[in-house]
């Protein structure tokens, strides 16, 4: 019996190290050649510093500071914790320090022509005027829809409102006798996020003819400013929407409903409104607990360095290099009137997707501080949010995708966990879009019916 028992452990021990080794092996494949193509990219985007920084400098008259080198010892973790600055855009390190070494080379070598800065200098005095400080880069698009916003004195976001039945014009939307909602989009979006979607579904709904819906495109989205002297910071977001809809429409009362990377927004503005908001809606909401090292967490989580699939591997070039990145918005942002009109010869229609239109009509500056400053970054901030929130009990509820592929799906239950009052709705079959599309009459109703239970609580 005893050699039975022997003879049989034998193969099962056998199986197990076997699948241990394939999956050993399997790993060890995959990880090669991510390895290899990361690097070679590191080594690349260290090579585009130095073009950009002498292609600024020869167009622009100066040549803007970027985030390649680590920090000046000057420069402390301090500074960044009061100006709202993400520690990724200092921390992303690099793998090979030849590159660094290859930079400093390269700028030593460029630098022995003593005259390069000064051949330029007065041929590009008149290029360094504000406008070029606030938007309009050489690299970037420079069509009316996208700097018609510097034509004005005190530019504000853009918002679309749209009105209860019993208003008749913008300029009354008040709140004394009807009930205001602030729609706020993800990154890379805009407020038709909700007005394609969501808003048509609305207005066909009775019970819905009281709200005053507010969309707004956040600042560097859509149609809104996207000035060169902001950092994009959360505090600069809401400094925003304060000055566009809040103070612009007078509401001294509200209702929120905010998509993804529009969720920390919205949680910081309700905690700062705390008296004034009356409920809080988050669709798909990035949340991950406050701890030490919680930036990188969310930049390893939800842009992790792969080749597979495609539009994760896009995503991680656009927030791990700098310039490789600013590339992409070149070839893509700044000619996305040619990308436009060569789709509607394509497939023949009058119209390109929204989504596609908002995602190539950000600026790479915007676009780049925005995801590092507010949705890597801002979500050290939620739960202190959701503390003050929760102690004034605001009502927050939360709908979350089963799989959603963009944020871990576990995150709305995860908050639920911390914060027990928060009510999660988990949709099963529904990604980080779909949570919204194609099931936008049941979201609309489940909208109105929070909204009616805050105002009779």
């Not at 990880?31 to 690097?39: D, E, G, K, Q, T």
């Not at 780049?368 to 901030?381: A, D, E, I, S």
């Amino acid at each position: 019996m005893v050699v039975a028992n022997m003879n049989t452990s034998l193969p099962l021990s056998s199986s197990f190290f076997l699948r241990k080794w394939t999956r050993n092996c399997t790993k060890n494949l995959i990880s090669a050649p991510n390895f290899l193509v990361f690097s070679y990219l590191d080594f690349l985007d260290s090579v585009f510093c130095v073009v950009y920084k002498y292609l600024d400098l020869l167009l622009e008259g100066e040549a803007p500071p970027c985030y390649c080198r680590s920090k000046n010892k000057s420069e402390t973790i301090n500074d960044d914790e009061e100006n709202g600055i993400s520690e990724t855009l200092h921390g992303r390190q690099k793998k090979l320090k030849e590159m660094i070494d290859l930079i400093e080379f390269v700028e030593k070598l460029l630098n022995k022509n003593k005259g390069f800065e000064a051949a330029y200098c007065d041929f590009n005095n008149k290029k360094k005027l504000g406008i070029h400080r606030l938007g309009d880069r050489w690299s970037e698009c420079g069509c009316d829809s996208c700097i018609s916003w510097m034509k004005v004195d005190d530019p504000k976001l853009h918002v679309v409102v749209k009105q209860s039945s019993s208003k008749d014009s913008k300029e009354n939307a008040n709140t004394n006798s009807s009930e205001n909602v602030i729609f706020i989009h993800g990154i890379l979006s805009s407020s038709s996020f909700w007005t394609k979607t969501l808003f048509p579904k609305l207005s066909e709904s009775e019970k819905a003819n009281k709200y005053n819906m507010f969309a707004v495109d956040l600042l560097g989205h859509g149609r809104s400013p996207k000035p060169r002297d902001n950092l994009y910071t959360l505090k600069d977001h809401v400094e925003w929407i304060e000055k566009s809809v809040l103070s612009q429409f007078g509401l001294n009362s509200f209702h929120l409903v905010a998509h993804s990377m529009g969720s920390i927004i919205a949680l910081a503005l309700a905690a700062k409104h705390s008296k004034s908001v009356k409920s809080i809606t988050l669709v798909a909401p990035p949340y991950f607990p406050s701890k030490d090292g919680v930036e990188f967490i969310v930049l390893n989580s939800l842009t992790p360095k792969r080749l597979w699939p495609p539009e994760t591997f896009l995503s991680s070039v656009m927030t791990w290099y700098e310039h490789l990145s600013r590339s992409v918005c070149f070839i893509l942002c700044r000619n996305h009137r040619t990308w436009e009109s060569l789709i509607k010869r394509l497939t023949g229609a009058r119209d390109v997707n929204f989504m596609f239109s908002d995602m190539i009509k950000i600026t790479h500056h915007s676009g780049w501080h925005t995801t590092h400053n507010v949705l890597y970054r801002g979500v050290k901030q939620m739960d202190k949010n959701l503390e003050i929130l929760m102690k004034l009990r605001k009502k927050v509820h939360v709908f979350m995708g089963t799989r959603d592929k963009s944020v871990p799906p576990d995150c709305g239950d995860k908050m639920k966990i911390k914060f027990p009052e928060v009510e999660v709705n988990n949709i099963p079959d529904a990604g980080h879009r779909s949570v919204l599309f194609n099931r936008e009459n049941v979201l609309a109703q489940d909208l109105i019916q929070i909204w009616k239970n805050s105002t009779s609580s």
